[in-house]
C-alpha cells in the first residue's frame, strides 16, 4: 500500500508542473502575441505595437525577406497552437472563447500554408518586396521626432540587403519552376525601373523623408538638409544597385516565361488556390461554386444598371460599353490641376459620410482617416487601398488612391470613398484598434487579417450607403456603387476562371476587369473572391437579425454587433450575431 501511495505522490508531483504551466489564457494571449510581434518586426513597428526601448528596437529594423524567416513564423505559430489547445474552451467566458477559436483559425491557416510556401512570388508589381519595403517605409514608419527620423536612416540602410534576399529567393524559385507569368514579370520589371531611376534626391524613400521632416518640423533645417543628405547616400550607394541587380534578374527569366496566369499551372496549384480561397473567404465554398455566385450576380445587376441606364438616356451599347462612355464623360482632367481636384474631392466625400454615418451608425473611431495619393511609381499597378492607423494613434488612418488616367473619374469615387474610409474600413479597423477590451492580437490582426469580414464588410458599407440614400437624386452615383458591386461580382468569376478554369490574362480582360487589376489577381490568388462572399453573408446575417428581432431591430444595434466583434471568420460572426439575436430579443 505505501508502494501504491509513492507512485500516486511521484505521479501527482510529475503532473503539477504541466499543470502550472496552463496560465490564464489572457495572459497567454498577450505573452504568445509579444513573442509573435517580437518576431515580426514590421507589424510591431508598423502597429506602435510596444513602448519604450523594445519598440525604439523593432524600429530599426526591417524583417528578413527570406524563406528561412517564413519556415521560423509558421514554426511560431505551431508553439503558439499547442499551447492553445491546451485549454478547455468550456470553461472559458465567451469573449475568452470567440478569441480563442479566431486565434486557432488564424494560426491553423497559416500552418496550412507551409505546403505553399514556395508558390509566392518574391518580386511582384502588387506586394513583392520591391513594393513593400518602400512601403514600410513611406506609409508606415511615423517621423515625429529626431529619434523616429534616426531610426528611419536605420531602416533605410537594411533595405538593399532586404532587396538582395528577396532577389535570391526569386532566383531560387524560378529555379524550382514557380515562375510568374512573363506579363507579371514585364510589369514588374517596369515598375521596379521607374522606382530606381533618376537621382536620389527623386526617389520616394527621400522625398517622402525630406518632405515628412518639412512639414513636420521634425528637426532644424540644417538637421534635415544632413540627414536627407544620409538618406540619399544610402539610396544610392545600396537601394538602387539592389533594385538594378533584381531588374537584371528578372529581364534574365523573361524570355523562359510562359503566359498561362492560374496558379493552377504551378507545381501543387490546384491545392494551393483551394486553401487561398478557404483563408480568404473563410468558408468551404469550393470554386465552382464561387464561379456560379459570380456569374448570377454579374446577371442581375447588369439588369439593374441596364434600367437605370435608360431611365436617364443612355441606351445605346452594352452595360459595359456605357459604362466606359459615363466614366469617360465625368473624368477629371489628365492633369496636375485634375489631380488635385480628386483629391480635394475626396476630402469632401469623407467629411460628407461622416456626416451622415450618425444616422446609422454608435460607433466611430475617435481616430482621423486622411486620403493621400500613391507616390507615382506605384500610381501603374496600385488599387486604392487603407493603411490603418497604429495602436498609440500617432499616425491616422490613411487611405491611397492610385492617379494614373483610368482612375481619374468621378464616376464610382464617392463608393470608392465609403469603401476605403467611411464607414467601410477605417469605421471596422480603427475602432478594432481603438477597442482595448479585445486582446491585442484581435485589435491589430496580429496572425493575419480575415478578408472575407475586412473586405465584406467596406463592401457591406457600400451597400448600406445606397440603401440610406446617400445618392439621392444622384442616378450616375448610384450607377457607381452598382457598378462597383458589378466589379466585384465578375472578380468572382474572373479570378476562378484564372486559377481554375484556364482563363487567359486577355479572356479576363474581356469580362470586363481592367489589366493591373487582373495581374493582382494573378500574384494574389483568391484574395479577389473575399469581397462579395463575405458582403452577402453580412447581408445574411442582418436580414436574419432583422426577421427574428421585428420591431426590435436596430440598425444601430446591428452595426455595433459587428463592429464590436471586429475581423472574425464568417462562421464565428454568425455566432456572434446569433448572441445578438438572442440579448436583443430579450431572451
Do not use: C
Not at 467566458?93 to 477559436?101: L, Y
Not at 435608360?310 to 441606351?315: A, E, N
Not at 485634375?338 to 454608435?362: E, H, N, P, Q, Y
Amino acid at each position: 500500500m505505501k508502494l501504491f501511495a509513492r507512485l500516486v505522490f511521484i505521479a501527482l508531483l510529475a503532473a503539477a508542473p504541466a499543470q502550472a504551466q496552463v496560465r490564464p489564457i489572457n495572459e497567454f494571449f498577450d505573452a504568445f502575441t509579444d513573442e509573435w510581434m517580437r518576431f515580426n518586426t514590421d507589424a510591431a513597428a508598423g502597429t506602435r505595437y510596444f513602448t519604450g526601448a523594445e519598440q525604439e528596437r523593432v524600429e530599426r529594423l526591417l524583417s528578413p525577406q527570406t524563406r528561412e524567416n517564413s519556415l521560423q513564423r509558421i514554426a511560431l505559430a505551431k508553439k503558439g497552437l499547442a499551447e492553445l489547445r491546451r485549454y478547455d474552451r468550456a470553461k472559458l467566458s465567451p469573449q475568452e472563447r470567440v478569441s480563442a477559436n479566431l486565434m486557432e483559425w488564424q494560426l491553423d491557416t497559416l500552418v496550412k500554408g507551409e505546403a505553399f510556401l514556395d508558390l509566392g512570388f518574391p518580386l511582384e508589381q502588387f506586394g513583392g518586396a520591391n513594393i513593400g519595403l518602400p512601403n514600410t517605409l513611406t506609409v508606415q514608419h511615423v517621423l515625429r521626432t529626431e529619434k523616429d527620423a534616426d531610426n528611419y536612416l536605420a531602416r533605410l540602410a537594411l533595405v538593399g540587403q532586404r532587396m538582395k534576399e528577396a532577389t535570391a529567393e526569386a532566383r531560387a524559385g524560378f529555379a524550382k519552376n514557380i515562375r510568374p507569368p512573363r506579363f507579371i514579370i514585364e510589369a514588374t520589371i517596369s515598375q521596379m525601373e521607374q522606382f530606381a531611376a533618376g537621382q536620389p534626391s527623386e526617389n520616394p524613400i527621400s522625398a517622402t523623408f525630406n518632405e515628412k521632416l518639412r512639414a513636420g518640423k521634425v528637426v532644424s533645417d540644417a538637421r534635415r538638409a544632413e540627414m536627407v543628405a544620409q538618406a540619399q547616400k544610402i539610396i544610392g550607394s545600396e537601394v538602387q544597385p539592389a533594385w538594378q541587380a533584381a531588374v537584371a534578374l528578372l529581364k534574365e527569366q523573361l524570355p523562359l516565361a510562359k503566359d498561362d496566369a492560374g496558379i493552377n499551372k504551378l507545381p501543387n496549384g490546384e491545392a494551393a488556390y483551394a486553401w487561398h480561397l478557404a483563408r480568404h473567404t473563410s468558408t468551404n465554398l469550393t470554386a465552382a461554386q464561387i464561379h456560379e455566385i459570380g456569374l448570377r450576380e454579374v446577371a442581375r445587376i447588369e439588369g439593374e444598371m441596364d434600367t437605370i441606364f435608360k431611365k436617364i438616356g443612355r441606351s445605346e451599347g452594352t452595360v459595359k460599353e456605357r459604362i466606359a462612355q459615363l466614366q469617360k464623360d465625368l473624368g477629371y482632367p489628365v492633369t496636375t490641376e485634375g489631380r488635385a481636384k480628386i483629391m480635394a474631392d475626396i476630402d469632401v466625400f469623407i467629411a460628407d459620410a461622416l456626416k451622415r454615418s450618425a444616422l446609422v451608425f454608435d460607433k466611430m473611431p475617435k481616430g482621423a482617416v486622411i486620403a493621400q495619393p500613391y507616390p507615382e511609381f506605384r500610381w501603374a499597378s496600385a488599387a486604392a487601398s487603407y493603411t490603418a492607423p497604429p495602436l498609440d494613434g500617432s499616425r491616422p488612418g490613411i487611405f491611397q488612391m492610385p492617379l494614373r488616367p483610368d482612375e481619374l473619374t468621378l464616376f464610382g469615387l464617392k463608393t470608392l470613398v465609403y469603401h476605403e474610409t467611411v464607414p467601410g474600413h477605417h469605421f471596422q479597423i480603427a475602432l478594432m484598434n481603438e477597442d482595448t477590451t479585445l486582446p491585442k492580437f484581435r485589435q491589430i490582426r496580429a496572425f493575419g487579417g480575415t478578408a472575407a469580414i475586412t473586405e465584406g464588410w467596406a463592401l457591406y458599407a457600400e451597400r448600406v450607403a445606397a440603401e440610406e440614400g446617400w445618392y439621392k437624386d444622384d442616378p450616375e452615383g448610384y450607377l457607381g456603387y452598382l457598378d462597383a458591386a458589378l466589379f466585384r461580382a465578375r472578380r468572382l468569376v474572373v479570378d476562378t476562371g484564372l486559377h481554375t478554369k484556364g482563363w487567359t490574362r486577355q479572356q479576363a480582360i474581356d469580362y470586363g476587369i481592367g489589366p493591373s487589376e487582373i495581374d493582382r489577381y494573378v500574384v494574389m490568388p483568391g484574395q479577389a473572391t473575399s469581397y462579395m462572399i463575405g458582403q452577402l453573408r453580412i447581408y445574411e446575417l442582418r436580414e436574419k437579425a432583422r426577421k427574428a428581432l421585428g420591431p426590435k431591430f436596430s440598425m444601430k444595434a446591428f452595426h455595433n454587433a459587428v463592429l464590436a466583434a471586429g475581423a472574425l471568420p464568417l462562421s464565428l460572426m454568425e455566432t456572434e450575431v446569433d448572441a445578438f439575436i438572442k440579448t436583443a430579443g430579450g431572451s
